[in-house]
């Protein structure tokens, strides 16, 4: 059973993602900029829906209270594709750091262009963290969005040691704004680079905001306890509820390798 909704649940996701970059977001394209940021929360909202529907897979988001307004930076934990278009539907106006090559994808990469969101040339190295940092400074002073960043880089499976990079705190420190930590136990259901959709419910928990004026490091050290203390306490709490099921992923296997 827990294959045949997995097949069924892919096929649908990305027939329904490919109808809606047709349909939805190709003529968006062409539309004011809010109005293709609602197509997205739109077809992020309709993938939620799938998922819970086809795969018994539900979302929980606690802590919607701790997000201060205007400007601010998001700094998540990164275990699963299904964080990168749950997230945007928890803020008004975001804007993502990515891997450039999202944006040379036909539509889906020009919709990215269109909504502004911070490409990042990764072998570049201290030229792509230098114009990361102007494009961000430009988003959040003079448009006031919210930056979301995965301070790991890439997808870490559950229960990996973390390994934070200094971007994060670079990025902190050059902006001066608040940053909003978030832990989320979604590998447990959506793992990477794998087939399967186990069902349960996905919790992503935003948590009190980390104020300006912290040093880099302080921060650094701050941020990393912060996030991997909740990811410890819902990765605990999703494990529980997949052993009563018998699905538990961590129980017969050591954690994959990044």
Partial sequence: ????????????????????????????????????????????????????????TRYEVTGIENIPQGGLMVAAK?????????????FPDPVFILKR??????????????????????GARARALSDVTRRAKVELGQNGRQLLIFPEGTRRPPGAPPAYKFGAAHLYAELG????????????????????RRPGTIRIEILPPIMPGLGKLAFQRELQERIETACDRLLAQGR????????DPLATQAPDKP
Wanted: aromatic content about 14%; proline content about 6%; hydrophobic content about 60%.
């Fill in 177 to 196: 704004v608040p940053c909003v930590p978030v832990a989320l136990n979604t590998g447990l259901y959506w793992p990477r680079r794998k087939f399967l």
């Fill in 1 to 56: 059973m827990l294959v045949l909704r997995s097949l069924a649940f892919n096929t649908l996701f990305y027939a329904n993602l490919v109808l809606w970059l047709i349909f939805i977001i190709l003529p968006a394209l062409f539309l004011p900029k809010r109005i293709l940021l609602a197509a997205a929360i739109a077809w992020s909202r309709s993938s939620l829906w799938l998922l819970r529907v086809v795969a018994g």
């Fill in 101 to 122: 090559e999202l944006t040379w994808i036909p539509l889906f990469g020009w919709a990215l262009n269109r909504l502004r969101m911070i490409p990042v040339n990764r």
């Fill in 240 to 247: 529980a509820e997949l052993a009563a099921l018998g699905l």
């Fill in 78 to 90: 990164h275990q699963s594709f299904v964080e990168t278009f749950t997230l945007i539907t928890l």
